[in-house]
Protein backbone atom coordinates (compact mmCIF):
# COMPACT_ATOMS: atom_id res chain seq x y z
CA UNK A 1 0.00 0.00 0.00
CA UNK A 2 0.98 3.63 -0.72
CA UNK A 3 3.02 5.49 1.86
CA UNK A 4 2.01 8.76 3.84
CA UNK A 5 3.07 11.87 5.48
CA UNK A 6 0.54 13.87 6.87
CA UNK A 7 0.65 17.41 8.51
CA UNK A 8 -1.42 18.76 11.70
CA UNK A 9 -1.20 22.01 13.47
CA UNK A 10 -2.10 21.35 17.19
CA UNK A 11 -1.46 24.88 19.38
CA UNK A 12 -1.99 23.98 22.71
CA UNK A 13 -1.99 20.10 22.57
CA UNK A 14 0.50 18.42 24.69
CA UNK A 15 2.79 15.10 24.28
CA UNK A 16 0.43 13.18 26.34
CA UNK A 17 -2.52 14.41 24.10
CA UNK A 18 -0.59 13.32 20.76
CA UNK A 19 0.17 10.32 22.10
CA UNK A 20 -3.28 9.52 23.48
CA UNK A 21 -4.57 10.43 19.86
CA UNK A 22 -1.97 8.32 18.08
CA UNK A 23 -2.92 5.39 20.80
CA UNK A 24 -7.06 5.85 19.42
CA UNK A 25 -5.67 5.68 16.16
CA UNK A 26 -4.03 2.61 16.51
CA UNK A 27 -6.93 1.04 18.21
CA UNK A 28 -9.21 1.34 15.10
CA UNK A 29 -6.75 1.15 12.32
CA UNK A 30 -7.81 -2.11 11.47
CA UNK A 31 -11.13 -1.58 10.34
CA UNK A 32 -9.93 0.60 7.70
CA UNK A 33 -6.95 -1.46 6.45
CA UNK A 34 -4.63 1.27 7.67
CA UNK A 35 -1.28 1.33 9.67
CA UNK A 36 -0.37 4.32 11.32
CA UNK A 37 3.35 3.92 12.13
CA UNK A 38 4.63 6.48 13.91
CA UNK A 39 4.59 10.63 14.42
CA UNK A 40 6.91 13.49 15.19
CA UNK A 41 5.02 16.23 17.49
CA UNK A 42 6.91 19.58 18.52
CA UNK A 43 5.03 21.16 21.07
CA UNK A 44 6.42 24.80 20.55
CA UNK A 45 5.75 25.19 16.86
CA UNK A 46 2.49 23.23 17.43
CA UNK A 47 3.19 20.83 14.55
CA UNK A 48 2.57 17.17 14.50
CA UNK A 49 3.43 14.73 11.44
CA UNK A 50 2.02 11.01 10.77
CA UNK A 51 3.64 8.00 9.18
CA UNK A 52 0.40 6.34 7.82
CA UNK A 53 0.42 3.00 5.89
CA UNK A 54 -3.18 3.12 3.97
CA UNK A 55 -4.78 2.20 0.27
CA UNK A 56 -5.21 5.79 -0.38
CA UNK A 57 -4.87 9.25 1.62
CA UNK A 58 -8.96 9.77 2.48
CA UNK A 59 -9.18 6.42 4.29
CA UNK A 60 -5.72 7.54 6.32
CA UNK A 61 -7.75 10.46 7.24
CA UNK A 62 -11.20 9.17 8.00
CA UNK A 63 -9.59 7.05 10.87
CA UNK A 64 -7.85 10.31 12.37
CA UNK A 65 -11.84 11.62 12.05
CA UNK A 66 -13.34 8.59 13.69
CA UNK A 67 -10.49 8.07 16.31
CA UNK A 68 -10.15 11.92 17.46
CA UNK A 69 -11.42 14.49 15.07
CA UNK A 70 -8.20 16.02 14.59
CA UNK A 71 -7.69 16.54 10.95
CA UNK A 72 -4.32 17.05 8.87
CA UNK A 73 -3.87 19.97 7.23
CA UNK A 74 -1.93 18.63 4.81
CA UNK A 75 -1.00 15.18 3.50
CA UNK A 76 2.15 14.08 0.93
CA UNK A 77 2.74 10.54 -0.29
CA UNK A 78 6.37 9.29 0.39
CA UNK A 79 8.81 6.50 0.00
CA UNK A 80 9.57 4.72 3.49
CA UNK A 81 13.52 4.30 2.57
CA UNK A 82 13.32 8.38 1.76
CA UNK A 83 11.54 9.18 5.26
CA UNK A 84 14.04 6.94 6.76
CA UNK A 85 17.06 8.65 5.68
CA UNK A 86 15.55 12.01 6.15
CA UNK A 87 13.58 11.36 9.41
CA UNK A 88 15.71 8.60 11.03
CA UNK A 89 13.21 6.02 11.79
CA UNK A 90 9.73 4.91 10.54
CA UNK A 91 8.44 3.13 13.81
CA UNK A 92 7.64 4.16 17.42
CA UNK A 93 11.09 4.38 19.76
CA UNK A 94 11.23 2.71 22.91
CA UNK A 95 9.34 4.22 25.85
CA UNK A 96 11.71 4.67 28.51
CA UNK A 97 11.16 2.64 31.82
CA UNK A 98 8.63 4.65 33.85
CA UNK A 99 7.31 7.17 31.36
CA UNK A 100 3.90 7.15 29.59
CA UNK A 101 4.34 7.37 26.21
CA UNK A 102 7.83 7.51 23.81
CA UNK A 103 10.06 10.56 23.91
CA UNK A 104 9.18 12.14 20.37
CA UNK A 105 11.13 14.68 18.35
CA UNK A 106 9.85 17.33 16.02
CA UNK A 107 10.44 16.45 12.72
CA UNK A 108 12.57 19.30 11.93
CA UNK A 109 16.05 18.67 10.42
CA UNK A 110 18.69 20.46 8.98
CA UNK A 111 19.90 19.42 5.42
CA UNK A 112 23.66 19.81 4.45
CA UNK A 113 24.76 19.90 0.84
CA UNK A 114 28.92 20.15 -0.06
CA UNK A 115 30.25 20.83 -3.24
CA UNK A 116 33.92 20.37 -4.72
CA UNK A 117 35.01 23.82 -6.17
CA UNK A 118 36.13 24.09 -9.69
CA UNK A 119 35.28 20.24 -10.43
CA UNK A 120 34.98 20.30 -13.68
CA UNK A 121 37.72 22.39 -14.32
CA UNK A 122 40.04 19.75 -11.82
CA UNK A 123 38.79 17.01 -14.08
CA UNK A 124 40.17 18.68 -17.31
CA UNK A 125 43.66 19.39 -15.92
CA UNK A 126 43.93 16.47 -13.96
CA UNK A 127 42.40 13.71 -16.03
CA UNK A 128 39.36 11.03 -15.14
CA UNK A 129 41.55 9.01 -13.42
CA UNK A 130 43.01 11.72 -10.72
CA UNK A 131 40.01 13.51 -10.28
CA UNK A 132 38.31 10.36 -9.25
CA UNK A 133 40.72 10.02 -6.85
CA UNK A 134 40.04 13.46 -5.36
CA UNK A 135 36.42 12.90 -5.29
CA UNK A 136 37.11 9.85 -2.85
CA UNK A 137 39.04 11.99 -0.85
CA UNK A 138 36.50 14.66 -0.99
CA UNK A 139 33.72 12.21 -0.28
CA UNK A 140 35.79 10.18 3.15
CA UNK A 141 36.42 13.12 4.34
CA UNK A 142 33.00 14.55 4.42
CA UNK A 143 31.34 11.47 5.57
CA UNK A 144 33.30 11.32 8.67
CA UNK A 145 32.26 14.86 9.60
CA UNK A 146 28.56 13.32 9.22
CA UNK A 147 28.89 10.52 10.92
CA UNK A 148 31.01 12.13 13.65
CA UNK A 149 28.29 14.72 14.55
CA UNK A 150 25.12 12.31 14.19
CA UNK A 151 24.42 12.96 10.73
CA UNK A 152 23.05 10.82 7.51
CA UNK A 153 23.80 10.49 4.13
CA UNK A 154 21.06 10.88 2.07
CA UNK A 155 22.40 10.60 -1.54
CA UNK A 156 25.64 11.36 -3.48
CA UNK A 157 25.23 14.09 -6.01
CA UNK A 158 28.42 13.69 -8.16
CA UNK A 159 30.86 16.01 -6.74
CA UNK A 160 29.29 16.18 -3.47
CA UNK A 161 27.22 15.02 -0.70
CA UNK A 162 23.66 15.63 0.59
CA UNK A 163 22.84 14.69 4.58
CA UNK A 164 20.71 15.43 6.65
CA UNK A 165 21.17 16.01 10.93
CA UNK A 166 18.54 15.89 13.35
CA UNK A 167 19.58 18.96 15.32
CA UNK A 168 20.61 22.23 13.97
CA UNK A 169 23.82 22.44 16.32
CA UNK A 170 25.20 18.83 14.98
CA UNK A 171 24.86 20.65 11.46
CA UNK A 172 27.08 23.50 12.32
CA UNK A 173 29.45 21.61 13.81
CA UNK A 174 29.77 18.83 11.31
CA UNK A 175 30.52 21.60 8.89
CA UNK A 176 33.17 23.02 10.78
CA UNK A 177 34.53 19.71 11.22
CA UNK A 178 34.92 19.35 7.38
CA UNK A 179 35.76 22.32 6.65
CA UNK A 180 38.90 21.83 9.24
CA UNK A 181 39.09 18.41 7.98
CA UNK A 182 40.25 19.36 4.56
CA UNK A 183 42.10 22.23 5.58
CA UNK A 184 44.28 19.99 7.15
CA UNK A 185 44.92 17.36 4.18
CA UNK A 186 45.60 20.55 2.26
CA UNK A 187 48.43 21.94 4.39
CA UNK A 188 50.64 18.67 2.54
CA UNK A 189 48.43 17.44 -0.29
CA UNK A 190 50.00 17.94 -3.79
CA UNK A 191 46.84 18.54 -5.33
CA UNK A 192 44.42 20.36 -2.72
CA UNK A 193 40.80 20.24 -2.65
CA UNK A 194 38.34 23.17 -1.42
CA UNK A 195 34.84 22.62 -0.45
CA UNK A 196 31.31 24.51 0.09
CA UNK A 197 28.91 23.76 2.44
CA UNK A 198 25.28 25.46 2.70
CA UNK A 199 23.15 24.49 5.22
CA UNK A 200 19.35 24.98 5.72
CA UNK A 201 16.66 23.70 8.11
CA UNK A 202 12.79 22.81 7.55
CA UNK A 203 9.62 20.53 8.56
CA UNK A 204 9.39 17.48 6.99
CA UNK A 205 5.80 19.13 5.06
CA UNK A 206 5.67 22.25 4.70
CA UNK A 207 2.80 23.45 1.93
CA UNK A 208 5.17 21.42 -0.96
CA UNK A 209 4.29 18.69 -2.26
CA UNK A 210 7.32 17.22 -1.58
CA UNK A 211 9.48 15.72 1.75
CA UNK A 212 11.59 18.28 2.69
CA UNK A 213 10.99 20.15 -0.32
CA UNK A 214 11.70 23.68 0.06
CA UNK A 215 14.12 22.97 2.40
CA UNK A 216 16.41 20.93 0.04
CA UNK A 217 16.30 23.38 -2.70
CA UNK A 218 17.54 26.24 -0.49
CA UNK A 219 20.12 24.23 1.12
CA UNK A 220 21.18 23.17 -2.34
CA UNK A 221 20.80 26.89 -3.70
CA UNK A 222 23.30 28.22 -0.62
CA UNK A 223 25.99 25.88 -1.01
CA UNK A 224 26.56 27.93 -4.33
CA UNK A 225 26.11 31.22 -2.64
CA UNK A 226 29.69 30.72 -0.91
CA UNK A 227 33.07 30.88 -2.15
CA UNK A 228 35.37 28.06 -1.71
CA UNK A 229 36.10 26.30 2.02
CA UNK A 230 33.01 29.00 3.08
CA UNK A 231 29.58 27.67 4.94
CA UNK A 232 26.75 29.27 3.94
CA UNK A 233 23.80 29.24 5.86
CA UNK A 234 19.86 30.35 6.37
CA UNK A 235 18.17 32.66 9.38
CA UNK A 236 16.91 29.96 10.71
CA UNK A 237 19.91 27.68 10.61
CA UNK A 238 21.61 30.85 12.33
CA UNK A 239 18.99 31.21 15.15
CA UNK A 240 18.57 27.48 16.16
CA UNK A 241 22.82 27.11 15.90
CA UNK A 242 23.33 27.66 19.63
CA UNK A 243 26.39 29.50 18.50
CA UNK A 244 27.26 32.81 19.28
CA UNK A 245 26.11 35.32 16.95
CA UNK A 246 29.71 36.53 16.42
CA UNK A 247 30.29 33.26 14.60
CA UNK A 248 27.99 34.34 11.68
CA UNK A 249 28.16 37.67 8.89
CA UNK A 250 25.56 38.93 7.52
CA UNK A 251 26.14 38.72 3.64
CA UNK A 252 22.71 40.42 2.99
CA UNK A 253 19.43 39.26 1.02
CA UNK A 254 19.83 37.12 -1.82
CA UNK A 255 17.70 36.41 -4.84
CA UNK A 256 17.79 33.16 -4.93
CA UNK A 257 16.77 30.85 -8.32
CA UNK A 258 13.76 29.38 -7.91
CA UNK A 259 12.15 31.63 -4.65
CA UNK A 260 9.87 34.50 -5.19
CA UNK A 261 11.27 36.65 -1.77
CA UNK A 262 15.36 37.55 -1.07
CA UNK A 263 16.71 35.46 1.72
CA UNK A 264 18.83 36.31 4.38
CA UNK A 265 22.28 34.58 3.73
CA UNK A 266 24.86 34.33 6.75
CA UNK A 267 28.21 33.26 6.55
CA UNK A 268 29.55 31.08 9.26
CA UNK A 269 32.58 31.75 11.02
CA UNK A 270 33.32 27.74 10.94
CA UNK A 271 37.09 28.30 12.22
CA UNK A 272 35.35 30.19 15.02
CA UNK A 273 33.36 26.91 16.34
CA UNK A 274 34.83 25.20 18.73
CA UNK A 275 35.17 20.84 18.33
CA UNK A 276 32.41 19.42 19.52
CA UNK A 277 32.78 16.10 22.02
CA UNK A 278 31.19 14.19 19.25
CA UNK A 279 34.15 14.86 17.06
CA UNK A 280 36.85 15.15 19.85
CA UNK A 281 39.76 17.59 19.23
CA UNK A 282 42.77 16.13 18.05
CA UNK A 283 43.43 16.21 13.70
CA UNK A 284 44.89 12.84 13.41
CA UNK A 285 46.57 14.96 9.86
CA UNK A 286 49.67 13.94 8.68
CA UNK A 287 49.07 14.39 5.27
CA UNK A 288 52.03 12.86 2.65
CA UNK A 289 50.09 11.90 -0.37
CA UNK A 290 46.54 12.54 -1.60
CA UNK A 291 45.15 8.96 -1.81
CA UNK A 292 41.45 8.88 0.11
CA UNK A 293 42.87 5.54 1.51
CA UNK A 294 45.41 7.89 3.23
CA UNK A 295 42.94 10.54 4.17
CA UNK A 296 40.43 7.98 5.55
CA UNK A 297 43.64 6.97 7.80
CA UNK A 298 44.85 10.88 8.72
CA UNK A 299 40.76 11.31 9.79
CA UNK A 300 40.73 8.49 12.72
CA UNK A 301 42.80 7.67 15.52
CA UNK A 302 44.35 4.42 15.88
CA UNK A 303 41.99 2.95 17.84
CA UNK A 304 39.40 4.08 15.37
CA UNK A 305 37.75 7.07 17.28
CA UNK A 306 36.96 9.93 15.02
CA UNK A 307 39.32 13.04 14.58
CA UNK A 308 38.38 15.98 13.99
Same mark, same amino acid.
Given at each position: ????????????????????????D????????????T?????????N?C??????A??? $??????????I??????????I? $??F??????????????????D? &???????????????????????????????????V?R????HL??????????????F?????????????????Q????????????????????P?A????????????????????E??????? &?L?????????????????????G????V???????????????????????A?? &????E??????????????
Amino acid at each position: MPIFLDRHEMQGMTAEGVAEAHRKDLEIQDRYGVKYMTYWFDAHRGTNFCLVDAPNAATA $EQVHREAHGEIATEIIAVDLAII $EAFLGRISDPQTAAGAKFPDMDG &GLRAIMFTDIVGSTAMILRLGDAAAVELLRVHDVLVRRGVAAHLGREVKHTGDGIMAVFDTVPDAVHAAAAIQRHFQRYNDSAAETLSVRIGIHAGEPVAHHNDLFGETVHLAARLCSETEGDGVVVS &GLVRRLSAQDPACFVALGERRLKGFAKAVPVFRLQWAMIKPSCASGSSSGFGATS &GSAAEASTRCAEPDGRIAN
